[in-house]
Structures are given as C-alpha cells and as structure tokens.
C-alpha cells in the first residue's frame, strides 16, 4: 500500500524557516517523483518544487527560487522541503504527492500524481 505522511507545519513568523517532511512507504523509493504542492484558501493548488529519486533533479517555482530546497535521504525514504525567509504569502496547506518517475512528465502539474498525502498547514504571521 502506497502511504505519503506529511509533517513539520506550523506556525512561523515572516523571515523564519521551518522543514517540512514527507515520508514514502509502498514505493521502490529510488525510482520516484515526489512533488510538494500548496493551496492556500480560496486559490488552486500549486506546484511549489519535486524532486526525482532516481537522478536527484529538481524543480521550484519562481515564488520559492532561492529560498526553499528539496532533497531526498532514499536511506529513509524521506524527502524534505526546507523553506527559508517565509512570506506570509507562503501560508497554505502543503501536500506531497508522489508517482513513478518514468510517469512524470510534467512535475510540477498535480495531474501527474496519483499519490497524496494529508497535507500540512504552515502558516507565517507578518
């Protein structure tokens, strides 16, 4: 069974950082797309940054360039969204989702994900 568990929201002030994790279980871990998205009230879900297991490559949103960083511990089967210099436009319910790499053709369309987590909420005070 595929399981995606999401953790590390809450809240922060603007200019803090926080660490958001996404554990993967039910995958081979090393051959995967995992993609973390954002909805905030009354707006659509947006791509925010994913990362393939397989060759470690990455994308961000230019929202995020430069202040958040994906990586990937396969030991753990955990990959994680570092977000610095919060805004308080990054306040949202952050999702990862996940799916074969080789299926992913776009990464940064939650159309390409078939696997989803909870989501977790950050929110950032100004």
């Known amino acids: 069974e595929v399981q995606l568990v999401e953790s590390g929201g809450g809240l922060v002030q603007a200019g803090g950082s926080l660490r958001l994790s996404c554990a993967a279980s039910?995958?081979?871990?090393?051959?995967?797309?995992i993609g973390w998205f954002r909805q905030a009230p009354g707006k659509e879900r947006e791509g925010v940054s994913c990362i393939s297991t397989s060759d470690g490559k990455t994308y961000y949103a230019d929202s995020v360039k430069g202040r958040f960083t994906i990586s990937s511990d396969n030991a753990k089967n955990t990959v994680y969204l570092q977000m610095n210099s919060l805004k308080p436009e990054d306040t949202a319910v952050y999702y990862c989702a996940a799916e074969e790499a080789h299926r992913v053709v776009v990464p940064y369309s939650e159309y390409e994900y078939d696997y989803w987590g909870q989501g977790t909420q950050v929110t950032v005070s100004s």
């Open positions: 039910g995958f081979t871990f090393d051959d995967i797309a």
